[in-house]
């Protein structure tokens, strides 16, 4: 039995002066965020900037295979080693305005197109 994916995609800015740090973080992440990430059912990853009007964002996308988002990113949040990871990465990032309201770093997007 195949499992069902959801499809999430996010997308957040990122400081200019700290685009070479956040790079080479992702170049070696650490192994145990890795692990995390395929405990909480999250597959096919992928992180991507772009330049727009002088400013730098990162657009995010990966699949969940699990049967509770909300429970498995709760699970990966109280993880010490990916709890390490978000105190290097989180501060060279730049919050869009609804995900800075809520305390977040990412804003999640709406998928308007999908074909397999």
Known sequence: MQKK???YASITGLKKEDMAYYKELHVAVWPGVLKQIKQSNIQNYSIYL???DGKHFLFSYFEYTGDDFNADMKRMAEDPETQ???KETDPTQIPLPDAAAKGQIWSFMEE???QD
């Open 112 to 114: 308007v197109f999908h």
């Open 50 to 52: 772009q330049e727009i």
């Open 5 to 7: 994916v959801q499809r």
């Open 84 to 86: 390490r990871w978000w």
